[in-house]
């Protein structure tokens, strides 16, 4: 498979500038990050630990605030106004390292939980498109199981069916396959892959350089909370314009 | 000697009892000191105990001094209660009659024919025990046999008549609605005991949960009010706070407002359980994982839902053991409102002991309540056994991993 | 403006605890000033006003007191204090049963009563200077109805007869309390050593007297002979005459209503005055009839209200003495039934006799 089509022409859907962030205890996490994700585009972020690439995307939904710089997503821009912030979380689905099941609840109920209750949607609708979700990801059979009776892999799959049944507009994935075994990383990474082919906007926080290397538009390397470089795959794996991109394709490699 | 031949209980009295010498030793002590116990227990129970302090108190433990002519509300409550709890059981049970069912069935008519007739009641007031129990077991029976044949809403609604039939009950205990008004002074015995802890259990659970997330939230004036409220109440002993509220809320709330004592005993004591309640809560919340709101919040739900449906769920899961001891501890501290001269069942235990015709009886005064209260808490903790179970459908912990 | 308030019935409970409770001492004490212009006729009293209003009297008892208070298997309440607040019901209000008995605890019975809560408290209240001042607890205490004390119990076998028989014996007392000390005091006076044996609690302390680990055991008289009854053979113990401490237990109301106080006191005063004229709830009607036909009788025509203002005077019906008569019997009457000869406690009369037989019980005159 190749890398879908550049759309370097689409709509904006993220436009981050100078994004600084200090934790309460003084830690500057974020340095003046930048970013512009259009539409359809997916957009790999890597970097080393405490490069603060996590904690980038999750200023994307706010579930970090931020003190200077500014972000608008869809359109909207990020504000303290908490109107604002559920509008925004509506249209940003995000799937995280733990996956964060809610586990009193069964599988579809996982899924219908929030289409049901934010968009006020009928029950018996969502629970179809669930269930084609739920076989879009290859785990229809579990439907009425609880998170605890599968696998991680599975319950990570879930987790990414959870996020497309609110339909977003875009995608967030918080290293996604870390916490998996070592076997179920494939599995995870297929169905992202087939995502990305449907076109939705995905931003991915990895590791995972044959998935970059196969389904990114772009790579995005970050390091000491800034953005150090900024290419298409095939360019950042073999030639690496910045000397903290040099270093870090060595530790991984 | 031949082990083998021996029959399988003896073999295994033998393994468990008689191993060894030593094993033999302990046994045998202990079963001495049983017997001379149990023993003189019994006799003491059987021949000495003169159970006639009870038998002609059973309607001051029973209701206090709630007035002769009006306790045909109280009969009628007994009533309600009991077809309840028989409709409740038989549709939670359906057709089948578990062992512990059968077990609690034949408890139940041991009891309607033993206890009534140790108490020596009227035949009249026997035999509607009798009734009582009748109609319960006939509903367990009949709802278990023919509850599935009820339409699908009914029978999802059903716990709701548990709390309907509770304002029912305090209109019946209490009068209004055409009914004569029966003052909370003269509410005594088992049935103050009851009122009191079953009042401040059900309004202090939702309080404190309240403090809980109160206690938990990133507005400072929430967090620390609810900071210095439990720490507050946690740092003083129920008995003070009973005594302030009786002494001072006469003193601080014009006429109107200042509720009866049985009343300021109640709200004290819901107060009171709050704040331990909002602990067991906060540890309960404490064990929900960040993500769980994070994943909430993400997909869009604002906090309250995001509370309500994803974080609490999991979290009371987790408190309700901690939070059932706390209401049983609180049953058991209502005895202390007979220290603010309330006829609890302490208090009518008190003044029945006071009244020289039965000076001197405080064994089998005791006797009862410690039987009584242990029947009370019993209840409580196989209520929330059965509450654990069927909220818990499936292996939370796993998830985690 | 304040003989208006005067005017103004206080028809329930509530409306006493209305106003902020610290100026209501100030405020009730400013009405009835304004009141005193009002001649001797008519209710001057609020809390008299309130009880006619609601037709009730509240009074605060202990509730767990042998021979003083408690509950009957039926819901009633009986015992000594309990007479006395039937008594005063049946004199202000006609009706001993229109009484809503308070079980109160003794560190509440005083909030109790300057809050509002309770008319009257009849809950063996030892009457002391510090209770009674207005920089105190500012109570009004009626006349005592029972002259308790701490006593000394013995064995009859025993042969003691007086406390100076005890020298050299163990004696058993419950450590830290009041009676410790008055005990202590008392046999240094009279120059008797003895050997205490101190208790944790009241039970404890019992129980070593009748396992003769002491041949005495000392507490109030009252609760002595509660305890004796309670004995395996009660017979077989006995009180020595001698009295270690005064405890004049009285009923009280508050200071702020003296009309209400008065009341209070003359109906008491009536109890004990008819046992010293032999008026009993037996005979009461037969001496009424008698002081209607003999106009000569002039004295018991104004004790029972035929002739003269008395109950007037007081806010009270003309025949108040006859109402609490016919409901509780006399003051003779009372404690015998309650804590004396009638009842399981068998307490002699001893200072509660009339001041005729020697005791200190003592009416003053009706006139």
């Given amino acids: ?253 | ?401 | 403006m304040l003989l208006a308030n005067c005017a103004e019935p206080w028809n329930s409970a509530m409306a006493w605890r209305r106003p902020l409770a610290a100026t209501l001492p100030l405020l009730t004490a400013l009405a009835l000033v304004g009141c005193a212009s009002d001649g001797g006729s008519g209710i001057q009293s609020q809390r008299l006003s309130a009880i006619s209003g609601r037709g009730k009297l509240i009074c605060g008892v202990d509730g767990r007191l042998p021979g003083f208070s408690f509950v009957n298997p039926d819901g009633s309440y009986s015992g000594l204090d309990v007479d006395i607040c039937k008594a005063t019901a049946a004199a202000v209000l006609g009706d001993a049963k229109q009484v809503d008995f308070r079980d109160l605890n003794s560190t509440e019975r005083f909030a109790a009563l300057a809050s509002g809560e309770i008319d009257l408290l009849s809950r063996n209240t030892t009457a002391t200077l510090s209770r009674d001042a207005p920089g105190g607890n500012a109570l009004s205490f009626a006349p005592t109805v029972f002259y308790d004390g701490q006593g000394v119990m013995t064995p009859k076998a025993s042969g003691i007869k007086t406390l100076k028989d005890l020298a050299g014996k163990p004696i058993c007392v419950e450590s830290g309390t009041t009676t410790e000390l008055n005990l202590a005091d008392r046999m240094r006076e009279i120059k008797a050593p003895y050997t205490p044996l101190r208790f944790q609690t009241g039970d404890q302390t019992y129980a070593a007297y009748l396992q003769g680990r002491c041949v005495a055991v000392t507490s109030d008289r009252s609760q002595l002979a509660g305890k004796r009854t309670s004995f395996p053979d009660p017979a077989a113990h006995t009180l020595l005459p001698e009295v270690l401490s005064k405890e004049p237990l009285s009923p009280a109301t508050v200071n702020a209503d003296p009309a209400w106080a008065d009341a209070v006191r003359w109906i008491i005063h009536g109890l004990m005055q008819a046992e010293e004229l032999g008026i009993t709830q037996a005979n009461v009607d037969a001496k009424v009839a008698e002081a209607k036909a003999n106009t000569n009788l002039a004295d018991l025509r104004r004790f029972l209200g035929v002739e003269g203002d008395f109950g007037k005077q007081l806010g009270l019906p003309a025949n108040f003495v006859v109402l609490a008569l016919k409901a509780v019997g006399n003051y003779g009457e009372i404690f015998e039934r309650n804590v004396g000869a009638g009842s399981m406690l068998k307490l002699e009369r001893g200072l509660n006799r009339q001041w005729n037989q020697g005791g200190l019980i003592y009416a003053p005159p009706f006139r």
């Fill in chain 1, 1 to 253: 498979m190749t890398n879908p089509s550049s759309s370097a022409s689409g709509a904006v859907m993220i436009e981050a500038r100078g994004v600084e962030k200090w934790y309460p205890n003084g830690f500057q996490a974020l340095r003046g990050a930048d970013l512009t994700v259009r539409q359809g585009e997916v957009v790999v972020i890597m970097g080393p630990s405490g490069s603060g690439k996590s904690t980038f995307i999750r200023t994307f939904n706010a579930l970090e605030d931020f003190q200077r710089g500014s972000i608008v997503v869809d359109g909207m821009a990020l504000s303290n106004d908490v109107r604002n912030i559920d509008a925004i979380r509506r249209e940003v689905g995000m799937v995280f390292q733990q996956f964060n099941l809610f586990p009193h609840l069964t599988v579809l109920e996982n899924l219908t939980l929030a289409p049901v209750l934010v968009r006020k949607r009928p029950k018996a609708e969502v629970e179809r498109q669930a269930r084609q979700l739920l076989e879009r990801v290859g785990i229809h059979e579990q439907a009425h199981k609880y998170p605890g009776q599968l696998s991680g892999g599975q319950q990570q799959r879930v987790a990414i069916a959870r996020s497309l049944c609110m339909e977003p507009r875009i995608l967030l994935f918080d290293e996604p396959t870390s916490a998996l075994d070592p076997e179920m990383v494939q599995e995870v990474l297929e169905v992202m892959q087939e995502l990305a082919t449907d076109g939705i906007t995905m931003v991915v926080v990895t590791h995972e350089v044959r998935f970059a290397r196969k389904v990114a538009n772009r790579v995005v390397l970050m390091a000491d909370g800034q953005v150090v470089e900024e290419a298409p795959p095939e360019q950042f794996f073999t030639n690496p314009q910045h000397e903290r991109s040099k270093q870090f394709l060595r530790q991984i490699a």
């Fill in chain 2, 1 to 401: 000697m031949d082990r083998t031949g021996l029959p399988a209980l003896a073999q295994r009295l033998r393994r468990e009892l008689f191993a060894s010498r030593t094993d033999g030793l302990i046994t045998l002590v202990l079963l001495g000191a049983l017997v001379a116990l149990g023993g003189g227990f019994l006799r003491w129970a059987l021949v000495q105990a003169q159970w006639a302090v009870v038998q002609a108190n059973s309607t001051l433990f029973a209701v206090g001094r709630y007035p002769l002519d009006q306790q045909w509300r109280l009969w009628l409550l007994t009533t309600l209660l009991a077809a309840a709890t028989g409709l409740s059981w038989g549709l939670l049970r359906g057709r089948s009659w578990p062992r512990n069912d059968t077990i609690a069935a034949v408890l139940l008519v041991a009891l309607a024919v033993a206890a009534p007739l140790f108490l020596q009641l009227t035949l009249a007031i026997q035999a509607r025990w009798w009734w009582i129990t009748a109609l319960l077991l006939a509903l367990r029976w009949g709802a278990g046999r023919w509850g599935d044949r009820l339409p699908a809403a009914w029978r999802r609604l059903w716990p709701l008549l548990w709390p309907l039939l509770y304002l029912v009950g305090m209109v019946l205990i209490s009068g209004g609605l055409g009914l004569m008004p029966v003052r909370p002074s003269d509410w005594g015995g088992l049935l103050l005991t009851l009122v009191q802890s079953s009042f401040a259990i059900l309004l202090c659970f939702p309080l404190g949960v309240a403090l809980a997330l109160g206690r938990r939230s990133e507005l400072p004036l929430l967090r620390w009010g609810s900071v210095i409220y439990i720490e507050f109440i946690r740092g003083a002993p129920l008995i003070t706070l009973l005594f302030l509220g009786q002494n001072i809320l006469g003193f601080l709330l014009p006429g109107g407002l200042a509720p009866d004592r049985v009343w300021r005993a109640a709200w004290v004591l819901t107060f009171f359980a709050a704040a331990y309640v909002a602990e067991a809560v906060r540890s309960g919340l404490a064990a929900v994982p960040r993500g769980q709101m994070e994943a909430a919040r993400a997909l869009g739900l604002p906090v309250p839902q995001a509370l309500i449906h994803v974080v609490l769920p999991q979290a009371l899961r987790v408190a309700l053991p901690a939070t059932v001891g706390q209401f049983i501890t609180l049953l058991q501290d209502t005895t202390l409102l007979s220290l603010i001269g309330l006829l609890d069942l302490l208090g009518v235990a008190r003044t029945v002991m006071a009244n020289p015709a039965f000076l001197g009886k405080n064994a089998e005064v005791y006797l009862l309540l410690a039987v009584l209260f242990w029947c009370c808490c019993a209840a409580l903790g196989l209520g929330s056994r059965a509450l654990e179970t069927r909220l818990n459908p499936n292996p939370l912990s796993a998830a985690r991993a």
